[in-house]
């Protein structure tokens, strides 16, 4: 069973930064894919960004592109997400997902998903 636990989320100006953290209760945390999803009420959940097992790989939404950083401390057992030049667009709940993958799954389908962190971005 993995658990996973966001936490960093709050309520920040536009153009401010927040960074979120994903801690995992797993002991083979490096086998795991880690990603970050984001909803609005409303809306579908959406990906947001992901990271290879090693870090070796990325990928971000085009929304968020040069203004995220996602990364990983395997040895933590922790992901992150580092968003700057925050817009009022990225308000939303943020949850972290894990699946048991070495690469970024085509798809983005994870197995595995957090409570989620509320992050609000005021104009």
């Known amino acids: 069973q993995v658990q996973l636990v966001e936490s960093g989320g709050g309520l920040v100006q536009a153009g401010g930064s927040l960074r979120l953290s994903c801690r995992a209760s797993v002991r083979t945390f490096s086998r795991y894919c880690l990603a970050w999803f984001r909803q609005t009420p409303g809306k579908e959940r959406e990906f947001v960004a992901a990271?290879?097992?090693?870090?070796?790989?990325?990928s971000y939404a085009d929304s968020v592109k040069g203004r995220f950083t996602i990364s990983r401390d395997n040895a933590e057992s922790t992901a992150y997400l580092q968003m700057n030049s925050l817009k009022p667009e990225d308000t939303a709940v943020y949850y972290c997902?894990?699946?048991?993958?070495?690469?970024?799954?085509?798809?983005?389908?994870?197995?595995?998903w957090g409570e989620g962190t509320q992050v609000t971005v005021s104009s």
């Open positions: 990271v290879a097992w090693n870090s070796a790989r990325t």
């Open positions: 997902a894990a699946t048991l993958s070495s690469g970024i799954p085509y798809n983005y389908e994870f197995d595995h």
